[in-house]
């Protein structure tokens, strides 16, 4: 079909210069990643169809000039017919593609975080004051046997008799969820990595191999094996603390992946081991895993290339029945269980998926917990929750449901200036993330950002450890799993069910 | 030189003596009564060492392996050659399923058939280039994702490929068939030429190699006429999405 | 109504108490004043809706079998849970359990014990391989559970317990303790938080020869819980003590951990310290806690708890519940507070506050048992 240039789509939002502030110094039109903005001879221009409101411009226009404001241009719509519903007919029937979009799912489910409630101690039993008493948050991911094994030395003393198998240290129970080089830029990598050293804790790489500036942090990188495999090989494997298994992902189960040939420079194709410019193709499955026997297949084959010394951790999306497809993984024999709720973030999904497929992470993570309990199998794996945790509040309630650690992807990101307008597909992200446009790369300094990182789980930490303190505990295993600590509002009986929490008031 | 009897030996067993042979310097190893331990050749490393397979071995083969040489005397069962770095596998029987699934770097020789899904996203980079060898046919889904390497199907013994849905999704490395050719089974995404003097010369060092590793007559082979198949673009997924 | 069963409409049922024990290593037996004098010191920790003792070497013509201890609130229950017992035990003896009648325990149960051994070829048999403690402890649950009107209190050998709603000092008199005997006795006043207090819901909490008394309410509760539910441990009373009671049956009798070790997941050693040990203990103690964090006891508590070996006293890592020891010859006391021991042992050789989770361990010199009917007072 021949395509017309007519095009029925409006902008969103509109870049506005006020020209009597404006000193034309165009720092705008360097700053934007877009392209929104171009000298007119006198004057800033600005094309407001290329304006994603990643609020780059505004925070670095010295003068205060811009603005940028939802179009007040009304596109009629009811309560049937929405904008984006109306403006995303329109963007199909003028290309014939799948929309495609970054981040997690912009529509507006439950949150059920924020209808839960915690527990504190009055009376009865005493609060403990978090700032001059010990307030442990060190967790161990991996499998734990379910007794001591324990033999005596010389002097009678009890000794451990077999090996602990192998744990990932975390000083606070956060890790940095998987963003591969490619979909995040190395310098965003880097600033992770700094930070999971300075912390403590652990970054993934994803499915995009292991830049070499990266190497020397190998103690703090979960190294992920996807289906398109990018990157791994045998010294791969060994160069992290664990090897993750990467099935799939909250914004986008059961889809691959798929980075297109123009983001594959020379960099991105020495780290991934494949050539400059063509498409970096991840199939939806693992063509080594069919079925539940095959995973077990790849963990231990893996184990067999580490020789037992790395936990293998296997990400899935939480789906309808997350919880037996849990408990598979587990007897699988897999250390560490990630799982990503519904809506958490990607690099590039159909909308489709991203936004209709899925399950929140509060409801999966209750309902695995209390599965693998069901089953007396909890101690063979620790379970990673993710899928979009926004606060310390969060992952206070993710860990009080059953989670032994939360993954921070989404909040990496807006640390280091993301506005989530959710094109990281485009690779034109001006805050130099999820690009790999040189010239938008450098301006990401890795170690204002790494600090910034640390920062904001070092905070997030101690309000952790307030909370424990109110709660009359100074130890995180304390609250792992503790649902007698919290309590639902505005829920119903399945909810409350599905959440194995009790309605506040009872 | 190390023999070892596997018979009954668990695979975990197995393969930690072989990595401790290794480490120890020895070269040659010999494997007896092997049947269905999995994962031999894992993720081990050295250009100079050589496993000699006597029995069936299990899955995964040579799975991330980085230079040694397996030679398996009867068939070998799914994965072999799995995220393969550089290294050979040789099967003097069929194979299994899922041959070469990311291979990177290295051969796979295979006397006769494999099953489904052989050299599925296989990929070359810099001077790595796998290569896979089949004698005999291959099943559906052939080079599915095929991202860089070659792939020879010879045909011997009058073999068919008699699988479809080959090469969907091809966006690097070359296929090269032996024999006729149903173009129906090619996806749309994939070109084909009559392959020149150069390819013959360039598949010549591979198809010597793999002729002496069966000890067979290499001169029918490279007598024959050969059919390229390429990508016909890097890029197969350019125009299928919009950002929204 | 009487109350024998936690009916009231609580997740929990946690109280604030006093609490104390004796124990003489070369097993020399006292009667029940000196714990009853001791606990009555307490009064004021309690408010007259829980009291109880527990007692060791009071059965020593029964020793090798089971003594049950059930409290029936309807005659009816009595006759149901006597069926099941006489299908699955030989019972060697039944008789009600002696009580004085006094103004102030005016409302009980029918108290009545049996002292029974499992039948080998009982019917479960056909099912299981149980031995015969874990068969009595299936029993145990499975009465407390699902006969209505009926509660076993106290199942160890050679032991008992024997409690109910009331002051102790109450509670001793109601259960004539001055004329039994033994070489340890612990005993408790109860302060109950959130229910008006019920009988079953009295201390020592008691399974098999364990027998438990607590203070505190004990934070993590919540997640002590549903990890021996993992075990197949059912939380019916939903208390503190019925938790620490399976924890340390879960560590000591099915994982086999020594006490000390045992002792040390119910309080363990912060990581700080840890990391400071030589690495052998380092290693220990790190898999320990990876291994048993749930079982943590976080937030205040003290215990005191016997079995047929001895009795341990502790309190939580960071000391939110008092715990004062002192010992006299072979004898050890510990009480929430020094004046309880005071009024039984005014001059004993030591007194001393034990440290955050440091166990006062005191165990029986088995070599130097003494003749039965020997006994000695203070």
Same mark, same amino acid.
């Given at each position: 079909?021949?395509?017309?240039?007519?095009?029925?789509?409006?902008?969103?939002?509109?870049? $506005?210069?006020? @020209?009597? &502030? /404006? !000193?034309? *110094?165009?720092? %705008?039109?360097?700053? =934007?990643?877009? +392209?929104?903005? #171009?000298?007119?001879?006198?004057?800033? $221009?600005?094309? @407001?169809? &290329? /304006? !994603?409101? *990643?609020?780059? %411009?505004?925070?670095? =226009?010295?003068? +205060?000039?811009? #603005?940028?404001?939802?179009?007040?241009?009304?596109?009629?719509?009811?309560?049937?017919?929405?904008?984006?519903?109306?403006?995303?007919?329109?963007?199909?029937?003028?290309?014939?593609?799948?929309?495609?979009?970054?981040?997690?799912?912009?529509?507006?489910?439950?949150?059920?975080?924020?209808?839960?409630?915690?527990?504190?101690?009055?009376?009865?039993?005493?609060?403990?004051?978090?700032?001059?008493?010990?307030?442990?948050?060190?967790?161990?991911?991996?499998?734990?046997?379910?007794?001591?094994?324990?033999?005596?030395?010389?002097?009678?003393?009890?000794?451990?008799?077999?090996?602990?198998?192998?744990?990932?240290?975390?000083?606070?129970?956060?890790?940095?969820?998987?963003?591969?080089?490619?979909?995040?830029?190395?310098?965003?990598?880097?600033?992770?990595?700094?930070?999971?050293?300075?912390?403590?804790?652990?970054?993934?790489?994803?499915?995009?191999?292991?830049?070499?500036?990266?190497?020397?942090?190998?103690?703090?990188?979960?190294?992920?094996?996807?289906?398109?495999?990018?990157?791994?090989?045998?010294?791969?494997?060994?160069?992290?603390?664990?090897?993750?298994?990467?099935?799939?992902?909250?914004?986008?189960?059961?889809?691959?992946?798929?980075?297109?040939?123009?983001?594959?420079?020379?960099?991105?194709?020495?780290?991934?081991?494949?050539?400059?410019?063509?498409?970096?193709?991840?199939?939806?499955?693992?063509?080594?895993?069919?079925?539940?026997?095959?995973?077990?297949?790849?963990?231990?084959?893996?184990?067999?290339?580490?020789?037992?010394?790395?936990?293998?951790?296997?990400?899935?999306?939480?789906?309808?029945?997350?919880?037996?497809?849990?408990?598979?993984?587990?007897?699988?024999?897999?250390?560490?269980?990630?799982?990503?709720?519904?809506?958490?973030?990607?690099?590039?999904?159909?909308?489709?998926?991203?936004?209709?497929?899925?399950?929140?992470?509060?409801?999966?993570?209750?309902?695995?917990?209390?599965?693998?309990?069901?089953?007396?199998?909890?101690?063979?794996?620790?379970?990673?929750?993710?899928?979009?945790?926004?606060?310390?509040?969060?992952?206070?309630?993710?860990?009080?449901?059953?989670?032994?650690?939360?993954?921070?992807?989404?909040?990496?990101?807006?640390?280091?200036?993301?506005?989530?307008?959710?094109?990281?597909?485009?690779?034109?992200?001006?805050?130099?993330?999820?690009?790999?446009?040189?010239?938008?790369?450098?301006?990401?300094?890795?170690?204002?950002?790494?600090?910034?990182?640390?920062?904001?789980?070092?905070?997030?930490?101690?309000?952790i450890q307030e909370v424990l303190g109110a709660m009359g505990v100074n130890s995180i295993e304390s609250l792992r799993g503790s649902r007698e600590r919290l309590r639902g509002v505005e829920l119903t009986d399945a909810e409350l069910k599905a959440l194995g929490i009790k309605h506040a008031g009872l | 030189m190390m023999t070892i009897d596997a018979a009954g030996m668990p695979y975990k067993e197995l393969n930690k003596q072989i990595r401790e042979g290794i480490a120890k310097g020895i070269k040659k190893f010999f494997l007896e009564n092997v049947n269905g331990q999995y994962y031999i050749g894992d993720g081990i490393k050295g250009d100079d060492v050589i496993i000699n397979i006597n029995g069936t071995p299990g899955n995964d083969l040579g799975a991330f392996m980085d230079g040694p040489t397996l030679i398996v005397n009867n068939n070998a069962q799914d994965n072999i050659g799995n995220t393969m770095n550089s290294g050979k596998i040789i099967v003097k029987g069929d194979a299994g399923d899922v041959v070469g699934y990311g291979m990177r770097g290295g051969r796979i020789y295979i006397f006769g058939n494999a099953g489904y899904r052989v050299g599925i996203h296989m990929k070359g980079y810099n001077e790595q280039l796998p290569v896979i060898i089949i004698g005999g046919k291959v099943g559906s889904f052939f080079a599915e994702y095929m991202a860089g390497g070659v792939i020879v199907l010879l045909g011997l013994n009058n073999t068919e490929p008699d699988g479809e849905y080959?090469?969907?999704?091809?966006?690097?490395?070359?296929?090269?068939?032996?024999?006729?050719?149903?173009?129906?089974?090619?996806?749309?995404?994939?070109?084909?030429?009559?392959?020149?003097?150069?390819?013959?010369?360039?598949?010549?060092?591979?198809?010597?190699?793999?002729?002496?590793?069966?000890?067979?007559?290499?001169?029918?082979?490279?007598?024959?006429?050969?059919?390229?198949?390429?990508?016909?673009?890097?890029?197969?997924?350019?125009?299928?999405?919009?950002?929204? | 109504m009487l109350r024998i069963k936690n009916k009231f409409n609580a997740e929990r049922d946690i109280s604030g108490c006093g609490l104390c024990g004796i124990i003489n290593a070369k097993k020399v037996k006292t009667n029940g004043s000196d714990i009853k004098k001791a606990i009555s010191v307490e009064h004021d920790r309690g408010n007259g809706l829980g009291g109880g003792f527990a007692v060791y070497g009071n059965y020593p013509d029964y020793a090798e079998l089971y003594a049950f201890h059930i409290m029936y609130d309807n005659l009816s229950a009595k006759t149901d849970v006597e069926t099941y017992l006489k299908n699955n035990f030989i019972i060697e003896k039944e008789e009600p359990i002696a009580t004085l009648r006094t103004s102030k325990i005016y409302d009980h149960p029918y108290l009545h014990r049996y002292f029974i051994k499992p039948k080998t070829d009982r019917q479960d048999k056909l099912f299981h391989e149980l031995g015969d403690d874990d068969f009595v402890v299936n029993s145990v649950m499975l009465i407390n559970q699902n006969y209505d009107g009926a509660y076993v209190f106290s199942s160890g050998k050679n032991m008992g317990a024997f409690k109910g709603v009331g002051y102790p000092e109450d509670i001793a008199d109601f259960y004539k303790l001055e004329e039994i005997e033994g070489y340890m006795w612990t005993a408790h006043n109860r302060f109950p938080t959130n229910t008006p207090g019920w009988w079953g819901g009295a201390h020592p909490f008691t399974l098999l020869d364990w027998s438990i008394v607590h203070n505190g309410e004990i934070s993590s509760y919540g997640i002590n819980k549903r990890y021996l539910e993992m075990y197949k441990y059912n939380l019916a009373l939903r208390t503190d003590t019925e938790v620490i009671t399976y924890i340390l049956d879960l560590l000591i009798r099915k994982h086999r951990l020594p006490i000390r070790l045992a002792l040390t997941v119910l309080a363990s050693p912060f990581y700080q310290n840890i990391d400071k040990m030589d690495s052998g203990r380092k290693e220990l103690y790190t898999a320990l806690r990876q291994i048993y964090g749930s079982a943590l006891l976080n937030g205040p508590f003290a215990i005191v708890f016997g079995y047929l070996g001895g009795m341990v006293a502790m309190n939580d890592r960071i000391k939110l519940r008092p715990l004062v020891a002192a010992s006299a010859g072979d004898f050890t006391y510990v009480a929430s507070e020094e004046a309880a021991i005071k009024a039984i042992c005014p001059f004993p050789d030591i007194i001393w506050s034990p440290k955050a989770g440091e166990p006062v361990i005191v165990e029986f010199e088995e070599k130097k048992v003494p003749q039965k009917g020997e006994m000695i007072r203070l």
């Open positions: 079909m021949t395509k017309t240039s007519f095009s029925n789509l409006q902008p969103e939002y509109l870049a $506005l210069v006020d @020209h009597n &502030k /404006c !000193v034309r *110094c165009k720092r %705008c039109i360097q700053n =934007c990643g877009w +392209g929104t903005y #171009s000298f007119g001879g006198d004057k800033i $221009l600005a094309d @407001h169809s &290329k /304006c !994603v409101a *990643c609020g780059r %411009c505004y925070t670095y =226009c010295p003068e +205060g000039a811009i #603005s940028i404001v939802k179009n007040p241009t009304v596109i009629r719509e009811n309560a049937n017919w929405k904008e984006n519903l109306v403006q995303n007919i329109w963007r199909q029937s003028e290309t014939g593609g799948i929309i495609i979009s970054g981040m997690g799912t912009t529509f507006k489910y439950k949150k059920y975080f924020d209808h839960i409630l915690l527990d504190a101690c009055q009376v009865t039993n005493p609060s403990i004051d978090p700032l001059r008493e010990p307030m442990e948050l060190r967790t161990y991911l991996g499998k734990k046997p379910a007794k001591l094994d324990l033999g005596m030395d010389e002097n009678g003393e009890p000794v451990l008799k077999s090996k602990m198998p192998p744990q990932i240290e975390l000083q606070t129970p956060f890790v940095f969820g998987a963003m591969s080089y490619g979909s995040i830029s190395l310098n965003a990598q880097k600033a992770i990595a700094l930070a999971a050293r300075a912390l403590g804790i652990v970054m993934n790489t994803g499915e995009g191999g292991l830049h070499d500036d990266l190497v020397p942090f190998g103690k703090n990188i979960i190294v992920q094996v996807a289906s398109g495999r990018f990157g791994v090989h045998r010294d791969y494997l060994n160069s992290g603390i664990a090897v993750e298994i990467k099935i799939g992902q909250g914004a986008k189960p059961g889809i691959g992946g798929h980075l297109p040939g123009e983001k594959i420079g020379l960099d991105i194709s020495r780290t991934r081991m494949i050539p400059v410019g063509t498409d970096a193709i991840s199939p939806a499955p693992h063509h080594d895993i069919y079925s539940i026997e095959d995973l077990r297949q790849l963990i231990y084959a893996i184990k067999e290339a580490t020789d037992y010394e790395k936990p293998v951790s296997v990400k899935v999306a939480a789906v309808h029945n997350i919880a037996a497809i849990v408990s598979g993984i587990v007897r699988a024999g897999a250390d560490i269980v990630y799982i990503d709720g519904y809506t958490g973030g990607t690099g590039a999904a159909p909308n489709i998926v991203r936004d209709h497929v899925g399950l929140p992470i509060e409801l999966a993570l209750a309902q695995v917990d209390e599965r693998l309990r069901e089953e007396g199998i909890r101690n063979e794996a620790s379970i990673i929750a993710a899928g979009s945790i926004r606060s310390s509040a969060d992952a206070v309630k993710a860990i009080a449901l059953g989670a032994d650690a939360v993954a921070i992807g989404t909040a990496a990101l807006i640390v280091m200036g993301c506005h989530v307008c959710g094109k990281c597909n485009t690779g034109n992200c001006s805050w130099g993330i999820t690009t790999q446009r040189p010239e938008l790369v450098r301006r990401l300094d890795p170690e204002v950002y790494g600090e910034r990182l640390y920062n904001l789980i070092s905070a997030w930490s101690h309000e | 080959f090469a969907s999704g091809m966006h690097g490395g070359t296929i090269y068939i032996r024999k006729n050719i149903d173009f129906s089974k090619y996806s749309k995404e994939v070109e084909f030429i009559q392959a020149d003097e150069n390819d013959m010369n360039f598949l010549k060092k591979y198809l010597m190699e793999y002729s002496d590793s069966f000890n067979i007559s290499a001169e029918e082979i490279l007598g024959s006429s050969f059919y390229k198949i390429t990508p016909s673009s890097a890029r197969p997924y350019a125009h299928l999405y919009t950002s929204a | -």
